[in-house]
């Protein structure tokens, strides 16, 4: 699989993933904090939800060669390591340490792949 073809793959799959995350925890009772906490939640939800478009946008743009497609793809692959880094406190907090090395191995592998889409100066 080329290079394109993956940070697409990664990107688009993980901003399916977010949306349909949030949408079982939603189907399932899962958000206690629609109740405890509404705006906060809310704001977060948000946050994540334009965060999961503009991934799949970006790896989309990437993926299809689009002349905005690597630009989205930088913005959006920010907005995801914003969220891989502040994620996992909660999982922290609820001692679901297994969550806590999910993210922190999405986040390496992110990283990984933010790195191999610069632009390299060759001579």
Do not use: C
């Amino acid at each position: 699989m080329g290079l394109k073809r993956a940070v697409s793959a990664y990107s688009m799959v993980i901003g399916v993933s977010m949306i349909g995350m949030w949408i079982f925890f939603y189907l399932i009772g899962g958000i206690p904090e629609l109740e405890t906490e509404p705006i906060r939640i809310s704001m977060h939800i948000i946050a994540e939800g334009l965060t999961a478009i503009l991934l799949i946008l970006g790896g989309y743009g990437v993926l299809t060669g689009k002349g905005w497609g690597e630009k989205m793809y930088f913005l959006s692959m920010g907005m995801l390591i914003y969220t891989l880094i502040q994620s996992p406190g909660y999982f922290m907090e609820t001692q679901e340490y297994g969550l806590v090395i999910m993210f922190g191995v999405m986040l390496l592998v992110a990283m990984g792949m933010i790195l191999k889409m610069l632009p390299s100066k060759r001579a």
